[in-house]
């Protein structure tokens, strides 16, 4: 008798992983990201040399050892022992967004080689945690003498000088007249797992549009519709890359819903005459 079981697709498998905030497994729904590039990518294999590296660095540390030495440890270990960087040469490469291939090339970029060091020092019992500051995502650990800020794509440690001189070039569009120095904190706090994946997608969805590669980009977009399903800007978005895919009635769908809920929008007048063009053609 033959089984109806089917194999869930790589969206449903990620609506799974995402669908509640508690517990959500970051480095596993981060991995699922390349599903889209390679349905055949083995998670658990992936997963498991994760484990093994978490595996090496834990032997090299006493069970009683400060967090000061656990992370001094843990970033010998990543950055200089292992090499894992910053893929200064090619930027731009998808594959630095996806964890499997940041395994084996040890380059990415920051958000990245963020989720993988954050899962080893996690491991280790470090209070870290990711921070999404503006144009660089950045590391923090919180230990007794105080919170350590790290760059993981150079592995350097931040002071708050350097932080400000981060933030200078967003001053104006995200401070306007607050004082830099007192809103600096604002940007400094933890970001959650469903908001480290959806900067992830958001980098992804940005290349994909700068190269016209439309079917990626609408995968990376179903990917954050089902990841945020209430980010009403993401199904404008999503409607106008099917319009461009001859996706008419779902297109339709899409841009309807972005006007229910924006239709006050600076945009909505031209999002309006995009729909009424589109259902014109389907008559």
């Known amino acids: 008798m033959k089984s109806n079981y089917a194999s869930p697709t790589p969206l449903s498998y990620f609506a799974w992983l995402v669908q509640a905030d508690d517990n959500l497994p970051l480095l596993e729904a981060a991995i699922s990201l390349a599903q889209d590039e390679d349905a055949d990518l083995d998670l658990q294999a992936v997963l498991s040399e994760v484990d093994r590296l978490l595996a090496a660095v834990r032997g090299r540390i006493p069970a009683d050892a400060p967090g000061v030495y656990k992370l001094r440890v843990l970033n010998q270990y990543f950055f200089n022992e292992l090499g894992f960087a910053g893929n200064i040469n090619n930027y731009h490469d998808p594959d630095n967004s996806f964890v499997h291939r940041v395994l084996q090339t040890r380059r990415g970029i920051p958000i990245s080689l963020a989720v ?32 350590v800020l790290i ?24 401070l306007g007249s607050k004082d830099a120095q007192h809103a600096l904190g604002q940007f400094l706090h933890p970001a959650s797992s469903r908001e480290i994946i959806a900067r992830m997608l958001r980098n992804l969805k940005e290349l994909y549009r700068s190269q016209t590669d439309l079917n990626r980009l609408l995968r990376v977009q179903d990917r954050l519709l ?10 404008r978005d999503r409607g106008l890359t099917r319009a461009a895919l001859g996706q008419g009635q779902l297109a339709v769908q899409d841009l309807e819903t972005y006007l229910a809920h924006e239709g006050q929008a600076g945009d909505g007048v031209a999002i309006a005459e995009r729909l009424h063009a589109l259902k014109q053609a389907r008559q």
Do not use: C, I, N
């Open 116 to 147: 993988v060091w954050l899962e080893l020092a996690q491991g280790l019992g470090l209070a870290a945690r990711g921070v999404s500051f503006p144009g660089h995502f950045l590391v923090r650990v919180t230990l007794s003498q105080g919170q």
């Open 226 to 235: 089902v990841l945020q399903p209430e980010l009403w800007t993401e199904y």
């Open 151 to 174: 760059d993981p794509f150079s592995g350097e440690s931040l002071s708050r000088e350097e932080l400000m001189d981060r933030l200078e070039p967003f001053r104006e569009q995200l």
